[in-house]
């Protein structure tokens, strides 16, 4: 007769409330609790700013080509400083920094506010003020990935932070863009600018009030370029490493950029207006938020390899369905995917690259991470561009669908291989005792090993 009382311990409540510990458990270092509520804030008003510009863009030009040109501009930087800024933040003080560009990021969105309100903004300024906003994000996307680690205090909360950081973002993406559009249609771009410009605020107070351990400014006789060459030679000649980076290059080539064709496909496919771009890009909010909770509900790495290739898919094949759809339900649906693909890809590759990397090529190797991730962007944004111009976006969205299924399958046939590299990390680790799933298996020697013998 089987027993009609649960254990203690068993019930759904308690199981729930468990899980929600093991969600938020990075949230127990203090340092990390004051950035994710500072950043969540401010993040809101990047995607406004976002949003109210690729509609501002648009609606001044009429040209999809322009929409390329202005994302090439803003992210172009990041593929040219993004390495050097990542031997910085080897060697600099990454509290400090983080501080200066977020101020400098600030001022950006008041200027770009004020020449709106004031009717005065032109194409050529956009573009001038995107390219200062990304040299701003070359510095900070490596010292702000690379601090992540000092404000967890160490690697077994560092895959739940990332988790949880990306959950923050896509959060932001999905509130951001509801509130653009709705402001928009009220007010006009001006006042999306502003707000963002203001919340800064968030993001600067929270980075003020941290308790953290300054470093010390390196004082190295190795010279920039020596070093530079040295995090280059690191992550490209450890297999995982590169086959990591150069899927992810793939996707935000041939992919991401779908983000910039969405004012196309709100008022020529879809036939809105700038709530309907508000709403496509919030239900591709919604999909990532819910891939970063995923994520962030795992406590292991072990399996994040699969989950990489398994994300790159469906992405893939959501950006082709999403192109062949004319109805804006069916549109609002496969975004969810397209953003849960996205989300967990770039994740996912973030937490593997974290958790294998040597501490004091950190700097340098999340330099080429954010390189992949957004240095590839703004040629992707031209090609995108160009292509919708003569192909249309529909066409061009399928044509970067079927580039990343593509990339997603040599990934796939890889595996096995980069399996072997990585498991001896995992081990010296403590992560795995034995074989376990994910990009990891049998042993063989690492990059570290080889260089040190």
Same mark, same amino acid.
């Given at each position: %007769?089987?027993?009609?009382?649960?254990?203690?311990?068993?019930?759904?409540?308690?199981?729930?409330?468990?899980?929600?510990?093991?969600?938020?458990?990075?949230?127990?270092?203090?340092?990390?609790?004051?950035?994710?509520?500072?950043?969540?804030?401010?993040?809101?008003?990047?995607?406004?700013?976002?949003?109210?510009?690729?509609?501002?863009?648009?609606?001044?030009?009429?040209?999809?080509?322009?929409?390329?040109?202005?994302?090439?501009?803003?992210?172009?930087?990041?593929?040219?400083?993004?390495?050097?800024?990542?031997?910085?933040?080897?060697?600099?003080?990454?509290?400090?920094?983080?501080?200066?560009?977020?101020?400098?990021?600030?001022?950006?969105?008041?200027?770009?506010?004020?020449?709106?309100?004031?009717?005065?903004?032109?194409?050529?300024?956009?573009?001038?003020?995107?390219?200062?906003?990304?040299?701003?994000?070359?510095?900070?996307?490596?010292?702000?990935?690379?601090? %992540?680690?000092?404000?967890?205090?160490?690697?077994?909360?560092?895959?739940?932070?990332?988790?949880?950081?990306?959950?923050?973002?896509?959060?932001?993406?999905?509130?951001?863009?509801?509130?653009?559009?709705?402001?928009?249609?009220?007010?006009?771009?001006?006042?999306?600018?502003?707000?963002?410009?203001?919340?800064?605020?968030?993001?600067?107070?929270?980075?003020?009030?941290?308790?953290?351990?300054?470093?010390?400014?390196?004082?190295?006789?190795?010279?920039?370029?020596?070093?530079?060459?040295?995090?280059?030679?690191?992550?490209?000649?450890?297999?995982?490493?590169?086959?990591?980076?150069?899927?992810?290059?793939?996707?935000?080539?041939?992919?991401?950029?779908?983000?910039?064709?969405?004012?196309?496909?709100?008022?020529?496919?879809?036939?809105?207006?700038?709530?309907?771009?508000?709403?496509?890009?919030?239900?591709?909010?919604?999909?990532?938020?819910?891939?970063?909770?995923?994520?962030?509900?795992?406590?292991?790495?072990?399996?994040?390899?699969?989950?990489?290739?398994?994300?790159?898919?469906?992405?893939?094949?959501?950006?082709?369905?999403?192109?062949?759809?004319?109805?804006?339900?069916?549109?609002?649906?496969?975004?969810?995917?397209?953003?849960?693909?996205? %989300?967990?890809?770039?994740?996912?590759?973030?937490?593997?690259?974290?958790?294998?990397?040597?501490?004091?090529?950190?700097?340098?190797?999340?330099?080429?991470?954010?390189?992949?991730?957004?240095?590839?962007?703004?040629?992707?944004?031209?090609?995108?561009?160009?292509?919708?111009?003569?192909?249309?976006?529909?066409?061009?969205?399928?044509?970067?669908?079927?580039?990343?299924?593509?990339?997603?399958?040599?990934?796939?046939?890889?595996?096995?291989?980069?399996?072997?590299?990585?498991?001896?990390?995992?081990?010296?680790?403590?992560?795995?005792?034995?074989?376990?799933?994910?990009?990891?298996?049998?042993?063989?020697?690492?990059?570290?090993?080889?260089?040190?013998?």
């Amino acid at each position: %007769m089987k027993s009609t009382h649960r254990r203690a311990g068993s019930t759904p409540t308690v199981k729930s409330i468990n899980r929600l510990k093991t969600i938020g458990r990075a949230l127990r270092h203090r340092n990390f609790r004051l950035f994710f509520g500072g950043q969540g804030i401010s993040l809101i008003g990047t995607w406004m700013q976002r949003v109210a510009l690729s509609w501002l863009v648009y609606e001044l030009t009429n040209s999809a080509f322009l929409l390329g040109v202005v994302g090439f501009a803003g992210q172009l930087p990041t593929f040219l400083l993004t390495p050097f800024a990542g031997v910085m933040a080897d060697r600099w003080d990454r509290h400090r920094v983080l501080i200066i560009t977020q101020g400098m990021a600030m001022i950006q969105a008041l200027i770009l506010a004020l020449l709106v309100l004031a009717g005065l903004i032109r194409v050529w300024e956009i573009i001038v003020l995107s390219i200062f906003l990304g040299v701003i994000n070359a510095l900070d996307a490596p010292v702000r990935q690379s601090f %992540m680690i000092e404000m967890v205090g160490n690697k077994e909360d560092l895959g739940n932070a990332i988790a949880l950081n990306s959950s923050m973002v896509n959060g932001a993406r999905m509130i951001g863009p509801s509130i653009a559009g709705l402001l928009i249609a009220a007010v006009g771009e001006g006042i999306c600018f502003l707000i963002n410009g203001i919340s800064y605020l968030a993001v600067i107070y929270a980075l003020l009030a941290m308790k953290v351990t300054h470093r010390k400014h390196r004082v190295r006789k190795s010279r920039i370029l020596q070093e530079l060459r040295e995090g280059f030679n690191y992550a490209f000649g450890f297999p995982p490493i590169r086959a990591i980076l150069l899927l992810l290059a793939v996707v935000s080539l041939f992919g991401m950029p779908y983000t910039v064709l969405m004012p196309i496909f709100a008022k020529d496919v879809l036939h809105g207006g700038a709530n309907t771009l508000g709403f496509l890009m919030a239900s591709a909010g919604v999909g990532a938020l819910t891939g970063a909770f995923s994520l962030a509900a795992r406590k292991k790495v072990p399996g994040l390899g699969k989950w990489i290739v398994r994300a790159s898919a469906i992405f893939g094949a959501g950006l082709i369905v999403f192109s062949l759809s004319g109805l804006m339900w069916l549109s609002l649906v496969v975004l969810m995917f397209v953003g849960f693909g996205m %989300m967990v890809q770039v994740a996912a590759s973030n937490t593997i690259l974290q958790t294998i990397v040597d501490d004091d090529k950190r700097g340098r190797v999340m330099s080429f991470y954010a390189m992949a991730f957004m240095g590839m962007m703004p040629f992707g944004s031209l090609i995108m561009g160009s292509l919708a111009g003569r192909i249309g976006a529909p066409g061009s969205l399928i044509f970067g669908g079927i580039i990343c299924l593509s990339g997603a399958a040599i990934f796939y046939w890889r595996l096995p291989v980069l399996r072997r590299f990585v498991r001896p990390i995992y081990v010296k680790m403590g992560i795995i005792p034995e074989i376990a799933t994910g990009i990891q298996t049998a042993t063989e020697p690492t990059l570290s090993d080889k260089n040190s013998k």
